[in-house]
T-cell receptor, first 115, second 113 residues
């Protein structure tokens, strides 16, 4: 079984600053995917970024980037130039290769961007 | 907008009752999964359907059951409701088993009293 741990229940950052959210996971699988999802007050989960475990290069999506350390089983999310609209719950999630839609989520980090 | 719609958005039921939650996915999304998200926690995987067959289940009792229909809609049924079943229920769908991006609905908030 896989486990995903987010050790920061809450974080805050000033608008335009950079913030890093932490995530560690435990698995015996070699082929898998990692995701960061954003859940605003509207409750709808939105995919922020994904990483394939077989790729050494860290994924980036505009202001969002990850630091994927496979040996350490660490997958942190960096948000650059934070915006007020980034305020939300952020969930780290794990999925085995060929597992369909079966995601294992962490407990979440509440991010508050302050003006 | 993810194209995944859940109904109802809110629901209050009494302990011991049965409830059906619905999810409408985008055309072609033949993989759908359901999650339970208790307040202040991350979503927990309930089960998954692929082409109308259950092909994965999390640590949930049999009173949680589901159906997937040919028109890409699905249902989550919960019998004998308990107070701990109070949660946000999310469905997520995706296009084919080889894809990785799941599209989530906005959830149904179930309160059991």
């Amino acid at each position: 079984a896989q486990t995903v741990t987010q050790s920061q229940p809450e974080m805050s950052v000033q608008e335009a600053e950079t913030v890093t959210l932490s995530c560690t996971y435990d698995t015996s699988e070699n082929n898998y995917y990692l995701f960061w999802y954003k859940q605003p007050p509207s409750r709808q989960m939105i995919l922020v970024i994904r990483q394939e475990a077989y790729k050494q290069q860290n994924a980036t999506e505009n202001r969002f980037s990850v630091n994927f350390q496979k040996a350490a089983k660490s997958f942190s999310l960096k948000i650059s130039d934070s915006q007020l609209g980034d305020t939300a719950m952020y969930f780290c999630a794990f999925m085995k290769h060929n597992a369909g839609n079966m995601l294992t989520f962490g407990g979440g980090t509440r991010l508050m961007v302050k003006p | 907008e993810t194209g995944v719609t859940q109904s109802p958005t809110h629901l209050i039921k009494t302990r011991g009752q049965q409830v059906t939650l619905r999810c409408s996915s985008q055309s072609g999304h033949n993989t759908v999964s359901w999650y339970q998200q208790a307040l202040g926690q991350g979503p927990q995987f309930i089960f998954q359907y692929y082409r109308e067959e259950e092909n994965g289940r999390g640590n949930f009792p049999p009173r949680f059951s589901g159906l997937q229909f040919p028109n890409y809609s699905s249902e989550l049924n919960v019998n004998a409701l308990e107070l701990d079943d109070s949660a946000l229920y999310l469905c997520a769908s995706k296009l084919g088993r080889g894809r990785t991006e799941a599209f989530f609905g906005q959830g149904t908030r179930l309160t059991v009293v």
